[in-house]
């Protein structure tokens, strides 16, 4: 299937790890072009690095913190300036940490608030001219299967994630006269350091090793398995693309058949 990413351009938020940088891999390897922000220079440089091994697209890299609105604008004024415009958006964070609801202060919440809902509200803030002057663009949120249904010691995320989709959807609305998709995907459990991250801090809660606690979690998997990072992107990708041309509003889950709602 053609895609027809060559000659687009891509920003990917969080990209320099993770699930974010498994899309810009592929984004880039498909011809687009591909603006990644993160925090870490050095993590930066490096996903460059193997990024434009294999890439079609030019890569640019942008250090920025995600939590800042002055820095988003930079990101989105660098990628302007770098390529023109901006097709597609993919809005996608680190989690906040793990643990129970008397765990969190305030200040703990707030900074959760910043780094999963007002950063993807500032993203959006930061590209919407530029995709409503082109009338044409296509927005991804990345959330978690957290929001259909809660994961242990994991509140932050399972208040928080919620209004990300809510988010998503509201937009998906409002933006289509603008012919802006904005679609949303929620992860399961994809083999990445933060899901080897929270196994960890679940095995020594429940002092087990993080091996046992892997193949506890494994088990609740209808495949069996942990997903792969470009099992996530490539379904994220499809949903940013042309190729995904009618579809907006929708949540796929990407999850190995975890969740067991009907809806």
Do not use: C
């Given at each position: 299937?053609?895609?027809?990413?060559?000659?687009?351009?891509a920003?990917?938020a969080?990209?320099?790890?993770?699930?974010?940088?498994?899309a810009?891999?592929?984004?880039?390897e498909?011809?687009?072009?591909?603006?990644?922000?993160?925090?870490n220079?050095?993590?930066?440089?490096?996903?460059k690095r193997?990024?434009e091994a294999?890439?079609?697209?030019?890569?640019?890299?942008?250090p920025a913190?995600?939590?800042?609105?002055?820095?988003?604008?930079?990101?989105?004024?660098?990628?302007?300036?770098?390529?023109?415009?901006?097709?597609?958006?993919?809005v996608?964070?680190?989690?906040?940490?793990s643990?129970s609801f008397?765990?969190?202060?305030?200040?703990q919440?707030?900074e959760?608030?910043?780094?999963q809902?007002?950063?993807?509200?500032?993203?959006?803030r930061?590209?919407l001219p530029?995709?409503?002057k082109?009338?044409s663009?296509?927005i991804?949120?990345s959330?978690?299967?957290?929001?259909?249904e809660?994961?242990?010691n994991?509140?932050?995320?399972n208040?928080?994630?919620p209004?990300?989709?809510?988010?998503?959807?509201?937009l998906?609305?409002?933006l289509?006269?603008?012919?802006i998709?904005?679609?949303?995907?929620?992860?399961?459990r994809?083999?990445?350091?933060?899901?080897?991250?929270l196994?960890?801090?679940?095995?020594?809660?429940?002092?087990?090793?993080?091996?046992?606690?892997?193949?506890?979690?494994t088990a609740?998997?209808?495949?069996?398995?942990?997903?792969?990072?470009?099992?996530?992107?490539?379904?994220?990708?499809?949903?940013?693309?042309?190729?995904a041309?009618?579809?907006?509003?929708?949540?796929?889950?990407v999850?190995?058949?975890i969740?067991?709602s009907?809806?």
């Amino acid at each position: 299937m053609d895609l027809q990413l060559q000659h687009t351009t891509a920003m990917v938020a969080g990209g320099s790890k993770g699930l974010g940088f498994a899309a810009a891999k592929i984004l880039a390897e498909e011809g687009a072009n591909v603006s990644l922000a993160s925090r870490n220079p050095e993590n930066l440089s490096e996903a460059k690095r193997k990024i434009e091994a294999a890439a079609r697209g030019t890569v640019l890299t942008v250090p920025a913190d995600l939590t800042r609105s002055e820095e988003i604008m930079f990101w989105k004024e660098e990628t302007v300036k770098s390529f023109g415009r901006v097709d597609f958006l993919l809005v996608n964070s680190g989690g906040p940490p793990s643990g129970s609801f008397a765990s969190f202060t305030d200040e703990q919440w707030q900074e959760a608030i910043d780094l999963q809902l007002l950063s993807a509200v500032r993203l959006v803030r930061a590209v919407l001219p530029v995709m409503q002057k082109q009338k044409s663009g296509s927005i991804l949120f990345s959330t978690s299967v957290s929001v259909k249904e809660p994961i242990n010691n994991l509140i932050l995320s399972n208040v928080i994630r919620p209004a990300v989709a809510a988010l998503a959807k509201s937009l998906s609305l409002e933006l289509v006269k603008d012919n802006i998709r904005v679609n949303h995907i929620l992860p399961g459990r994809i083999n990445t350091d933060r899901i080897r991250e929270l196994d960890a801090f679940n095995a020594e809660r429940k002092n087990i090793s993080p091996e046992e606690q892997s193949r506890q979690m494994t088990a609740a998997i209808p495949m069996g398995r942990y997903g792969e990072p470009e099992e996530f992107a490539r379904a994220a990708i499809f949903l940013l693309s042309p190729a995904a041309s009618y579809i907006t509003g929708a949540s796929l889950q990407v999850d190995g058949g975890i969740i067991k709602s009907v809806l």
